[in-house]
């Protein structure tokens, strides 16, 4: 079992920046690939980043690709997302979670947290 909680949601400027947290709890978090999606208002879950459990293997969503950077600390038990030069359609609640593989889609992923929000001002 893992829980996940994330933080450094807030509001944001565009081309600002901002770095999310998720905190895994368990002993089993390095054995775990971690994605990053988001939701707004009225719209599907999207994909925005993975990294495998040893971060050799990293995807981006085509729309955060160049902007964000996903990495992990497995002796913190932490994944990231980097924000850079967020965009007032980056707006939206971001969920971290955990998984056997690194995947561009939810399903594989049994482990989610809360959501953070996330606002980004033009």
């Given at each position: 079992q893992v829980q996940l909680v994330e933080s450094g949601g807030g509001l944001v400027q565009a081309?600002?920046?901002?770095?999310?947290?998720?905190?895994?709890?368990?002993?089993?978090?390095?054995?775990?690939?971690?994605?990053?999606?988001?939701?707004?208002?009225?719209?599907?879950?999207?994909?925005?980043?993975?990294i495998s459990w040893s971060g050799s293997t990293i995807y981006y969503g085509d729309s955060v690709k160049g902007r964000f950077t996903i990495s992990r600390d497995n002796a913190k038990n932490t994944v990231y997302l980097q924000m850079n030069s967020p965009k007032p359609e980056d707006t939206a609640v971001y969920y971290c979670a955990a998984g056997p593989f690194a995947a561009v889609t939810t399903r594989p992923y049994p482990y989610w947290g809360q959501g953070t929000q996330v606002t980004v001002s033009s």
């Open positions: 081309e600002g920046s901002l770095r999310l947290s998720c905190a895994a709890s368990g002993r089993t978090f390095s054995s775990h690939a971690m994605g990053w999606f988001r939701q707004a208002p009225g719209k599907e879950r999207e994909f925005v980043a993975a």
